[in-house]
């Protein structure tokens, strides 16, 4: 702008004239820049298989072009009053310079570039907030980022909202020359109050926060709590978890306590897939080949089993009245743990029964001595 200026000065005499050759030549680059930057950073953004980057040069389109009019409607007015920046507001009681503009045209000047400034703080505040607004929802959508997800988008949106606006508002105020020092002491000092009183919910946003970022579990997962409590993850925000039964009742936890908690994922690993023991004991003296066969019958039947990894039986120790043994087989979904159980179970003990092994009960056999008979007489 710059050695534009020297030359339409050296160019132009009519004051006007500079003026508008010097609007003329912003439209002109604010043009070019314009295509420059969307016809060049879209060229770039085709590599990519992500539509945030289209989304953000949609957005940058009206910020490029209403910044470089803005410059170059403001060197204009400057050429219009033959006036070189920076502008020097004379004091009232000084005297007028001969040759030089007049004190309420310098004043009007200073106005009119802080009208404009604050215009392009607005112009550029509307993009930041669409561009936020577009990476956010992309990051929401994404396998990739844990922090943002569905259900904490609405929370992620507004804070950023609200960053972008108190980054803008403090902008406006120090081209205006307000003194914000104030401001930011009584929002430190309410921020301090509002804090303190509501510690519990900090506690639970913060750790919902560090539960959407370290992903212990997922939305669908079936998980196991220290106290007890078992169900399928339904919901996760930011203030607590919600978890359903096999009962179908829901269990809302804060997310401070899930957060302290030791938390089994059923579901976690690198499949769905979980593998399920029945333990069964057999009499001593019974065949053991036929035992292993029935138990791969009896898991090969039952049609929750997944074929892969197949089925296996363990003979696991010698207990006090029958041989332990343990089948093991995988299921493709936690869900289906207590069904298939139950399945296997029944299968196992009819196919027991059908071949003739015995499963054992603990039995006592208890011997009396001294002990009276019915006439008398000492047994």
């Avoid at 009119?112 to 607004?133: D, K, P, Q, Y």
């Avoid at 929002?187 to 510690?199: I, S």
């Avoid at 049609?303 to 009245?321: I, K, M, Q, Y």
Wanted: hydrophobic share 50%; with cysteine.
């Amino acid at each position: 702008m710059i050695w534009l200026r020297e030359f339409l000065v050296a160019a132009f005499e009519d004051r006007a004239a500079r003026a508008a050759v010097m609007f003329a030549a912003a439209l002109v680059a604010a043009v070019l820049l314009d295509r420059i930057c969307t016809l060049g950073l879209r060229g770039l953004t085709r590599r990519t298989r992500s539509n945030i980057d289209d989304a953000v040069i949609a957005a940058l389109h009206r910020p490029v072009i209403v910044s470089v009019l803005l410059i170059g409607g403001w060197q204009a007015l400057l050429l219009f009053h033959d006036v070189s920046p920076p502008i020097v507001v004379p004091a009232p009681d000084a005297p007028q310079v001969e040759g030089a503009p007049h004190r309420d045209v310098l004043m009007t000047l200073r106005i009119t570039s802080r009208i404009l400034v604050t215009v392009a703080v607005l112009v550029w505040t509307t993009f930041a907030l669409r561009a936020t607004g577009a990476l956010l929802r992309g990051a929401a959508s994404s396998d990739r980022v844990r922090l943002v997800q569905p259900t904490s988008y609405p929370l992620f949106n507004h804070g950023s909202k609200l960053v972008v606006l108190a980054v803008a508002v403090y902008l406006a105020l120090q081209v205006w020359s307000v003194d914000a020092t104030g401001w930011l002491a009584s929002a430190g000092v309410l921020g301090l109050v509002l804090g303190l009183a509501a510690q519990d919910s900090l506690a639970n946003l913060f750790a919902g926060a560090f539960i959407l970022a370290d992903g212990p579990y997922k939305v669908g997962d079936y998980i196991l709590l220290d106290t007890g409590e078992r169900g399928m993850v339904t919901f996760i925000g930011l203030r607590s978890t919600r978890l359903m039964t096999r009962d179908d009742i829901e269990i809302i936890i804060p997310n401070s306590v899930m957060g302290r908690a030791k938390i089994v994922n059923e579901s976690g690993g690198p499949a769905r897939a979980q593998r399920v023991r029945v333990k069964v004991g057999v009499a001593y003296g019974s065949d053991l080949d036929l035992v292993r066969e029935e138990l791969l019958a009896a898991a090969y039947e039952v049609n929750l089993v997944v074929a892969e990894p197949r089925p296996r039986v363990r003979f696991r120790t010698f207990g006090d009245s029958a041989l332990q043994h343990e089948l093991l087989c995988w299921i493709p979904d936690a869900e289906l743990r207590g069904r298939a159980l139950h399945e296997l179970n029944t299968c196992v003990c009819r196919r027991f029964a059908a071949a003739g092994i015995e499963i054992p009960f603990p039995q006592r056999v208890l011997h009396l001595q001294g002990a009276a008979t019915p006439s008398g007489s000492q047994t």
